[in-house]
């Protein structure tokens, strides 16, 4: 089973609320990344999980927390959502850092209001 | 630094007739590439990559690319294009070595026409 399932595929959330989205993935592998993509732009790096380790991106460091609490599951946190935040998020597993091919779930619909 | 230029947004094709979608890239290093696709309601799929050697690559559902140093460009191809390869692509290009990050294109949207 190659699958990584996200969840919810369609998120509505108020502006200044917290959103939490659910990614999992039964492959056990050892990277879990998460990406953000808005209409006609290329998937943007987020943040990734090697193991236990966290690496967010420089740029978007304060934005986005994330947890791993085993290697299946991996979440995306927004403290207080903004109207920007509104986009598709993608989550993706690898398994490994190196050139493994990263699959990726169909992702969230974030809509922030 | 890297970065990928997908110069179509969407390109519209006659079912049968033969694709190509263009994808140019910038890399300071000798890159790896790749192409994915995304068909509707589902998670990018990875449809080819390049690493090393033959300049041509095959990947599934006849796709092929072709990668070009000289041009900086890493070209998607089919001969005979199907009404099921309507999707999204992406081409992506990640630095050849340590665990740097994939970097993507915007993606083009393909249609094909009965």
């Known amino acids: 089973d190659t699958t990584v399932k996200q969840n919810p595929r369609y998120k509505l959330a108020r502006v200044g609320k917290p959103v939490n989205l659910i990614c999992s993935q039964t492959?056990?592998?050892?990277?879990m990344y998460w990406y953000q993509k808005k209409p006609n732009q290329a998937p943007k790096l987020l943040l990734f999980?090697?193991?236990?380790?966290?690496?967010r991106e420089a740029d978007t460091f304060e934005k986005f927390q994330s947890s791993r609490p085993n290697n299946s599951f991996c979440s995306l946190y927004i403290g207080s959502a903004g109207l920007e935040y509104s986009a598709m998020y993608l989550c993706?597993?690898?398994?490994?850092?190196?050139?493994?091919?990263?699959?990726f779930g169909p992702g969230t619909r974030l809509t922030v209001l | 630094a890297q970065s990928v230029t997908q110069p179509d947004a969407r390109v519209t094709v006659s079912e049968g007739a033969s694709l190509q979608l263009r994808c140019k890239y910038s890399?300071?290093?000798?890159?790896?590439l790749f192409w994915y696709v995304q068909y509707p309601r589902q998670g990018l799929q990875l449809l080819l990559k390049?690493?090393?050697?033959?300049?041509v690559v095959q990947g599934v559902n006849g796709f092929e690319a072709e990668f070009s140093k000289s041009n900086s460009s890493f070209h998607l191809r089919k001969a005979s294009v199907h009404w099921s390869d309507s999707a999204v692509y992406f081409c992506?290009?990640?630095?050849?070595?340590?665990?740097?990050?994939?970097?993507f294109g915007a993606g083009t949207k393909l249609t094909i026409k009965p």
């Open positions: 993706a597993s690898s398994r490994d850092r190196g050139l493994a091919e990263q699959f």
């Open positions: 492959m056990n592998h050892d990277t």
């Open positions: 999980y090697y193991d236990k380790i966290l690496n």
């Open positions: 890399s300071s290093v000798t890159p790896y």
């Open positions: 390049y690493y090393s050697g033959d300049p």
């Open positions: 992506a290009v990640r630095a050849n070595y340590g665990n740097e990050k994939i970097t």
